[in-house]
């Protein structure tokens, strides 16, 4: 199958904002929960070792007008707790067994609590995240979440966690995470071949599947990608950073691309990407606590994770350098409180670097880029001329 037929496909399911795919799995393995998760980090093999599917969760994008979603939250927040309340007040998350809101802001906080009043028939979890990195302290409180998250799961008609299958689902998830890994490289250095408006598709898709079969998908595209009739684009390389619970529609990714921007990293799809590298398991030590102990260890910055006494864009100046990219565009969403927080910290860090960047805001139901071509082409052309924004 060539890259844009696998291209289309993947965007047909993730566009499916009944769940198709999720409804399939469960056709296929009866008796199976479908659990939900709220961006940005669960540790989605913990759920597959239970015999669970878990299942991104990113609102409606521009697929569904907000109506009654309107009536449960205010209109000075993002939009994303707004339209996950819109698809599920109409029916099209019933398939959903369990939600697990992890403490990425006050917002999903507050959401978790609104679909406990809502839907007190599912189970609702809370997963709070450490925010201390002594393992002592923080690896054991994250391990004891991830245990109870695991008990509750059984409580509610999973199977019994065990070691050996959350080994194997670690193992699985591991090499699913090389083959994004290897797509990610391609992006990287031939950007025309993958460019991030499909490699985000390709990635998005896996928040829908099993870790194996998101495998074979992420495969293909590698092999048709590769082998794909393209030539090499004179664009600015680029690191998106802003937008990593509430996601861009994807006509604003290809704006950017078509306003001369090559994307070569982003900070969309952290579910999959949280964790820098493979989940390190350990011999003897708790399958439980070497997934606590990797989000502790490998976890990446962002602006929803606390880094205590590190300097705020540090890392973003570092991952740009590494990259060889030319600039950044923060896009963050509108009312995002920990993004719109980082920001200004990590202008500055650029700043001081004598890194190029430009700022935008979206929406997730944005439906015109005009303004946003403009603003990026003219960055683009600043970067390429002279070397600043």
């Given at each position: 199958?060539?890259?844009e037929s696998?291209v289309?496909?993947?965007r047909s399911?993730?566009d499916?904002?009944d769940?198709g795919p999720?409804h399939?799995?469960?056709?296929?393995?009866?008796?199976?929960?479908?659990?939900?998760?709220?961006?940005?980090y669960?540790?989605?093999?913990?759920i597959?070792?239970?015999?669970?599917l878990?299942?991104?969760i990113?609102?409606?994008g521009?697929q569904?007008?907000?109506?009654r979603g309107?009536s449960?939250?205010?209109?000075?927040?993002?939009?994303?707790?707004?339209?996950?309340?819109?698809?599920?007040?109409?029916g099209r998350?019933?398939?959903l067994?369990?939600?697990?809101?992890?403490?990425?802001?006050?917002?999903?906080r507050?959401?978790g609590?609104?679909?406990r009043?809502?839907?007190?028939?599912?189970?609702?979890?809370?997963l709070?995240l450490?925010?201390?990195?002594?393992l002592?302290?923080?690896?054991?409180?994250?391990?004891?979440?991830l245990?109870r998250?695991?008990?509750?799961?059984?409580a509610?008609?999973?199977?019994?966690?065990?070691?050996?299958?959350?080994?194997?689902a670690?193992?699985v998830?591991?090499?699913?995470?090389?083959?994004?890994?290897?797509v990610?490289?391609?992006?990287?250095a031939?950007?025309?071949?993958?460019?991030?408006?499909e490699?985000?598709?390709?990635?998005r898709?896996g928040?829908?599947?099993?870790?194996a079969?998101h495998?074979?998908w992420?495969?293909?595209y590698?092999?048709?990608?590769q082998?794909?009739?393209?030539?090499p684009v004179?664009?600015?390389?680029?690191?998106?950073?802003?937008?990593?619970?509430?996601?861009p529609p994807?006509g604003?990714?290809?704006?950017?691309?078509?306003a001369?921007?090559?994307?070569?990293e982003?900070d969309?799809?952290?579910?999959?990407?949280?964790?820098?590298?493979?989940?390190?398991?350990?011999?003897?030590?708790?399958?439980?606590f070497?997934l606590a102990?990797?989000?502790i260890?490998?976890?990446?910055?962002?602006a929803?994770?606390y880094?205590g006494?590190?300097?705020?864009g540090?890392?973003l100046?570092e991952?740009?350098r590494?990259?060889g990219a030319?600039?950044v565009?923060?896009?963050?969403a509108s009312?995002?409180d920990p993004?719109?927080?980082?920001q200004?910290?990590?202008?500055?860090a650029?700043?001081r670097?004598?890194?190029?960047?430009?700022?935008?805001?979206?929406?997730e139901n944005?439906?015109?880029?005009q303004?946003?071509?403009?603003?990026a082409?003219a960055?683009?052309?600043?970067?390429?001329?002279?070397?600043?924004?």
């Amino acid at each position: 199958m060539s890259a844009e037929s696998l291209v289309a496909e993947a965007r047909s399911q993730v566009d499916d904002v009944d769940l198709g795919p999720v409804h399939a799995w469960k056709r296929a393995n009866p008796g199976g929960l479908a659990v939900g998760t709220m961006p940005i980090y669960v540790p989605r093999p913990l759920i597959e070792a239970v015999g669970a599917l878990p299942v991104a969760i990113f609102g409606g994008g521009d697929q569904v007008d907000i109506i009654r979603g309107d009536s449960y939250f205010q209109s000075y927040i993002c939009h994303i707790p707004r339209s996950t309340l819109e698809l599920a007040l109409g029916g099209r998350l019933d398939c959903l067994d369990a939600m697990i809101f992890p403490s990425i802001c006050d917002v999903i906080r507050n959401l978790g609590g609104m679909w406990r009043l809502l839907f007190p028939e599912k189970l609702s979890v809370y997963l709070d995240l450490p925010q201390t990195f002594d393992l002592a302290v923080g690896g054991r409180f994250f391990a004891h979440e991830l245990h109870r998250i695991a008990s509750l799961l059984e409580a509610a008609g999973a199977r019994p966690l065990n070691d050996e299958a959350l080994v194997a689902a670690i193992r699985v998830e591991n090499v699913r995470r090389a083959a994004l890994e290897r797509v990610d490289a391609l992006r990287r250095a031939e950007p025309w071949r993958a460019p991030a408006s499909e490699v985000y598709l390709l990635a998005r898709l896996g928040g829908l599947l099993p870790a194996a079969e998101h495998t074979r998908w992420l495969e293909d595209y590698l092999t048709a990608a590769q082998g794909r009739a393209a030539r090499p684009v004179d664009n600015v390389r680029v690191v998106l950073v802003g937008a990593f619970c509430e996601q861009p529609p994807l006509g604003l990714l290809r704006t950017l691309e078509k306003a001369g921007c090559d994307i070569i990293e982003d900070d969309l799809q952290l579910g999959l990407r949280t964790i820098e590298g493979p989940i390190d398991l350990r011999e003897g030590e708790d399958p439980v606590f070497s997934l606590a102990r990797s989000w502790i260890e490998r976890g990446g910055a962002t602006a929803s994770r606390y880094i205590g006494d590190d300097e705020k864009g540090r890392a973003l100046v570092e991952r740009v350098r590494t990259l060889g990219a030319d600039g950044v565009v923060f896009a963050a969403a509108s009312f995002c409180d920990p993004a719109l927080l980082d920001q200004p910290m990590q202008e500055a860090a650029l700043a001081r670097a004598k890194i190029p960047y430009t700022t935008l805001k979206f929406a997730e139901n944005t439906g015109q880029f005009q303004v946003v071509r403009e603003q990026a082409g003219a960055f683009s052309d600043a970067v390429k001329l002279w070397g600043i924004a």
